[in-house]
């Protein structure tokens, strides 16, 4: 390599001497209201984040400076908080019922059952109306007749569970393992039986469509 290649090379971490000192974080700034305000629409350009989410991620930041900037008033940054998500709110970059959605959304198609994406929502701090809405919605927007069967099948797909295994040997084997994978989840007794007695999946894929079994 040439010193003027060298010299063009992009250095990376790796590059650095063994030896050389742990390189030291910057301290935080002092929080205003223009600083949060960049940081929120930093972190919602990156995140879905519902509003309480979003409070305490701002919250964290305050308390970091404080601990730096002694004259930092932390109920006047409380106050800048509530004020700056109203107006994420009124301007539509802050939505409970759209972040709801869309996270509940993506975690039926990873195959969550309803509890699990409930829970996962009230760790967001959305309300019960909001997540109670949001789970009707899931129910009818997914074909068949009960959701958490369609997600129990899809969990099933994924980590080869039940009929998705390669022998009734294997099936037979791994059952107890299986349908505590299931309970992990959040699914009843009932709907893991269903998904680990399927005959094959053809037969899981009719009963989650709430077709008739063929006799």
């Known amino acids: 390599m040439t010193p003027q290649q060298d010299r063009t090379r992009p250095h990376r971490a790796s ?5 050389a ?24 350009q990156r995140y879905s984040a519902s509003t309480e989410r979003l409070r305490r991620v701002l919250a964290r930041r305050v308390e970091r400076s ?3 900037h002694p004259d930092v008033d932390r109920a ?4 800048w908080i509530d004020a700056l998500l109203a107006k994420l709110q009124r ?3 802050l939505d409970d019922v759209r972040h709801a959605e869309t996270k509940a959304g993506a975690l039926f198609r990873r195959g969550e059952s309803r509890r699990a994406i409930a829970a996962r929502l009230r760790a967001e701090g959305l309300d019960r109306d909001t997540i109670g809405d949001t789970l009707d919605g899931l129910a009818d927007d997914t074909p068949g007749p009960d959701p958490d069967l369609a997600a129990a099948a899809t969990l099933a797909r994924r980590k080869r569970l039940g009929p998705y295994r390669l022998s009734d040997d294997d099936r037979a084997t791994h059952r107890q393992r299986d349908l505590a994978a299931l309970a ?3 699914f009843s ?11 094959d999946v053809d037969a899981l894929d009719a009963l989650v469509a709430g077709d008739e079994p063929e006799i």
């Open 76 to 79: 006047e940054a409380a106050a």
């Open 21 to 44: 000192p742990p390189r030291t974080r910057r301290p935080p700034r002092k929080v205003t209201p223009t600083s949060l305000e960049n940081a929120a629409v930093f972190y919602l």
């Open 189 to 199: 007794p009932s709907v893991a039986l269903t998904v680990l007695d399927a005959a």
């Open 15 to 19: 590059d650095r001497p063994a030896d």
């Open 184 to 186: 992990r989840k959040g």
């Open 66 to 68: 404080a601990r730096m």
């Open 91 to 93: 301007l539509g970059l």
